[in-house]
C-alpha cells in the first residue's frame, strides 16, 4: 500500500506511531504506555531517540497532557525511557534486551562432503507414539466467537460471572500482607487455605469427608483425570466408561492405552447390571454427561456393591452436582463410600468460568501421595495465586452465593430452551434436567446431528453434535446437545429459530417432508 493509500496516512508521524489500539477494557494510559513499550521492542524507537514532549504528543494524539505526563513517569521508571533536564525524554540505552544474531550463520564444521545439501526435518508421524489428532473432541469451530446463537461450552458470560466479587478476592490476594501466603514455591503442596474450604465447606455438602492429606488440586477436572490414567491404567487395564460420555474424560485415560469398555446409559444413569468384568468405572451420576440424567439411589447402592463383590475402582466426576433445580441433592457415591473404592474428582472453575482450571481429587492418602509426585512432575503445582484467591472467594460466601445467581440464570434458560424447541422443532424430543446447564436432545431418526451441526454454521447456530460424546456412534446419530452457559436468555429463541431453518435446510437436501408434533418428556 502506497502512502497516500494508508489510511492513517494523513496523521501526524507521532500519531501514526503511537496509535492507540482499540481495548475498551484498557485505560487510555495503559494503552498509550503499551504502544511505547512496542515501538522500543520492536526496534521501531532505538536507544537514545528523543520522544515529543508531553504537550506536543498529547496534542498529536488527543489527549489529555496528564495522560502523557503520567504514562512517561511510569515508563522512565520502568527503565524504557529516560528523562533528562531541559533536554526532555530519551528512549533508555538498555530499554530494549539484546538480541542474539542468527540473520548469518557461519560454516557448518561438522558439515561432510557427504551430507545432503537439503536439511531434512524429523518426520513426526512416526516419532509420535500415541497419537490424539484424531480422537472426537469437543471443539469449536475456528472464529467461534464471531456466531450469533452459541449452544456451546466454554466461553464467558458476564451475566454469570461474579466479576465484582472474583475481582475483590484477586485484589486481596496480591495485598502486601497475604503475599507469602502463596508466593513461595509450594513443591508437592497445595495452598492451606483452600484445602481447607474444599474439606470444610464444599465436601460437606455432598456428604463427603476427607483430610487434608486426601485432597489434591488440580488444573482442572480433566488434569484430574490425566493424572488417575497415569497412575493407575496400563494396556492391561479394562475400564469402563458411560457410553454416550464425556469425551474429554475419556480422551485422557485413552493417552495409557487401557481396554474402553462401553456401558449403556438410560433414564436412571448408567446401567449397572450391563457392565462386565472391569477394574475401574469412570461415571458421572450427579447429571450424566451428556444426556443429563441423574444416576437413581438405588443404582447407586447396588453399583458400591458391585465394586465390592468385583473388586473394581469408582472414579466419580461429580458434574455439575451444585446446579440443581428440582428435587432433593442426590448423595454422592463417595459419601456412601463405606471401603475406599470411590476416588471422587471435583471441579472450582466450571461454575465460574473453565478457563481458571481448578479442581480437586478425594481419595485414600496413599494414591494422593502418588498423584503428587506425578503432579510435581507434570506442572510442579497449579497457579498458587488462583488458589489463594479462590480461598478467599469461599471463605467470603461468594461461592454459595453465586451458585444461587447461576442457578435461577440458567433454569430460566432451560425453560425458554424448552419452549423454543417446542415451537419451533416440536418433533425434537428432549428431557427437562433436574439440574446442570444443558439439553440432550434427539432429532427424528432420519437426522444425522453432526451435518445438522455444519448446515447449522450457516445459519449462525453452534450446536455439540451428539457423535462426539459416542466411542462407537450410530449413523445417523439423532441427538445434540444444546449448552446454554455461554448464550443469553434473549437470543435462545431466535437460535433454536435459526436451527430449526437448518433443519429444513438439510430436510429438503435429503428430499423429506417433515410432520408430526414432537412428544416432550
Request: proline share 8%; net charge neutral.
Amino acid at each position: 500500500m502506497s502512502a497516500p493509500d494508508r489510511p492513517d496516512a494523513g496523521l501526524p508521524l507521532w500519531a501514526r506511531l503511537f496509535k492507540l489500539p482499540e481495548h475498551p477494557g484498557l485505560p487510555i494510559q495503559v494503552r498509550l504506555r503499551a504502544v511505547v513499550v512496542q515501538a522500543i521492542l520492536d526496534g521501531r524507537l532505538g536507544p537514545g531517540t528523543a520522544l515529543p514532549s508531553s504537550r506536543d504528543l498529547a496534542q498529536a494524539l488527543s489527549l489529555s497532557r496528564n495522560t502523557v505526563t503520567a504514562a512517561y513517569e511510569q515508563l522512565v521508571e520502568e527503565g524504557f525511557l529516560e528523562a533528562r533536564p531541559r533536554r526532555g525524554v530519551f528512549v533508555a540505552a538498555n530499554a530494549a534486551p539484546a538480541r542474539a544474531d542468527v540473520a548469518v550463520l557461519p560454516d557448518d564444521p561438522f558439515r561432510t562432503a557427504s551430507a545432503p545439501a537439503t536439511q531434512r526435518p524429523p518426520d513426526w508421524r512416526r516419532r509420535v507414539l500415541r497419537s490424539q489428532t484424531q480422537r472426537p473432541t469437543l471443539a469449536k469451530p475456528e472464529h467461534w466467537h464471531d456466531y450469533p446463537y452459541q449452544f456451546v461450552y466454554g466461553t464467558y458470560d458476564p451475566e454469570l460471572f461474579p466479576t465484582d466479587d472474583f475481582r475483590e478476592c484477586c485484589v486481596r490476594s496480591l495485598s502486601r500482607v497475604q503475599l507469602p501466603q502463596w508466593t513461595p514455591d509450594f513443591e508437592k503442596v497445595d495452598v492451606e487455605a483452600l484445602v481447607e474450604q474444599i474439606r470444610q465447606r464444599l465436601l460437606p455438602q455432598r456428604g463427603v469427608f476427607a483430610l487434608a492429606d486426601e485432597i489434591l488440586i488440580t488444573v482442572g477436572s480433566q488434569h484430574a483425570c490425566y493424572l488417575l490414567a497415569e497412575a493407575l491404567f496400563d494396556r492391561g487395564s479394562r475400564v469402563g466408561f458411560e457410553e454416550p460420555g464425556h469425551p474429554h474424560a475419556r480422551n485422557s485415560f485413552s493417552v495409557r492405552g487401557p481396554q474402553m469398555v462401553n456401558i449403556a446409559v438410560d433414564d436412571e444413569g448408567l446401567v449397572v447390571d450391563a457392565m462386565p468384568d472391569i477394574d475401574y468405572v469412570f461415571v458421572t451420576p450427579s447429571h450424566q454427561s451428556p444426556t443429563t440424567r441423574t444416576l437413581s439411589l438405588e443404582r447407586r447402592q447396588w453399583l458400591l456393591r458391585k465394586a465390592e463383590l468385583h473388586d473394581f475402582v469408582i472414579i466419580e466426576d461429580d458434574y455439575e452436582a451444585e446446579n440443581l433445580y428440582a428435587g432433593a441433592p442426590m448423595p454422592a457415591l463417595k459419601s456412601l463410600d463405606t471401603s475406599g473404592r470411590v476416588i471422587y474428582i471435583g471441579s472450582l472453575s466450571k461454575s465460574l468460568s473453565p478457563a481458571l482450571r481448578l479442581g480437586y481429587i478425594v481419595a485414600p492418602r496413599e494414591l494422593i501421595a502418588e498423584l503428587r509426585v506425578l503432579r510435581h512432575a507434570q506442572v510442579r503445582h497449579p497457579s498458587a495465586f488462583l488458589q489463594h484467591a479462590y480461598a478467599m472467594f469461599l471463605s467470603l460466601g461468594h461461592h454459595e452465593s453465586h451458585a444461587r445467581r447461576v442457578n435461577a440464570i440458567v433454569q430460566e434458560r432451560l425453560a425458554r430452551a424448552a419452549d423454543a424447541l417446542q415451537r419451533h422443532l416440536p418433533d425434537f424430543r428432549f428431557t427437562l434436567p433436574q439440574g446442570g446447564a444443558s439439553l440432550w436432545v434427539e432429532g427424528p431418526d432420519w437426522l444425522d446431528s453432526a451435518e445438522l451441526a455444519d448446515v447449522a454454521r450457516g445459519h449462525g447456530v453452534l450446536i455439540e453434535a451428539g457423535r462426539v460424546f459416542y466411542d462407537q456412534p450410530p449413523y445417523p446419530c439423532p441427538q445434540f446437545r444444546l449448552r446454554l452457559s455461554s448464550i443469553s436468555g434473549a437470543q435462545i429463541d431466535a437460535g433454536i429459530r435459526a436451527l430449526a431453518l437448518a433443519v429444513q435446510e438439510l430436510a429438503a437436501a435429503r428430499g423429506i417432508r417433515r410432520s408430526g408434533a414432537g412428544l416432550v418428556h
